[in-house]
């Protein structure tokens, strides 16, 4: 049965409250800076690597292994941000560092029906709000 709009909005507070615990010891894997720019928006303070603009998934995760933190790779849930992921995981796994993509998931399965990037999930929360109130 799908969510309604109000049990999506719970479950995203949920997920954003977990980005945010996992802040101290966790580097965001981010495609871009709109990417950042909308975690920024939803009032996430966070440690972020853009991926595409540091120098690609090798660099991101010798970066990762530099801040000796953790990674949350939260690419988009589309076919380049699958194999980016896929790519990012191979890296980060190469150099026994310990990420996350359990969080990539859980967004994608209660915001793919209306958005495919992390740069919408603020304009996708703020119209959930809306529709709630």
Do not use: F
């Not at 690597?49 to 010798?62: M, S």
């Not at 209306?114 to 929360?125: A, P, R, T």
């Amino acid at each position: 049965m799908p969510l309604n709009d109000d049990e999506r909005l719970r479950r995203l507070d949920e997920i954003l409250d977990r980005i945010q615990s996992m802040s101290s010891d966790h580097v965001i894997l981010v495609e871009g800076k709109n990417d950042r720019r909308s975690l920024l928006d939803l009032n996430l303070s966070l440690d972020t690597i853009e991926v595409q603009r540091d120098g690609g998934p090798l660099r991101a995760a010798e970066m990762v292994y530099e801040s000796g933190k953790k990674a949350i790779i939260l690419t988009d849930w589309d076919d380049r941000g699958d194999r980016l992921a896929k790519d990012l995981s191979e890296q980060l796994s190469a150099l026994c560092i310990s990420y996350d993509m359990n969080i990539r998931k859980d967004l994608r399965d209660i915001c793919i029906k209306d958005i495919k990037d992390v740069e919408s999930l603020h304009s996708l929360y703020v119209r959930l709000e809306r529709n709630v109130l």
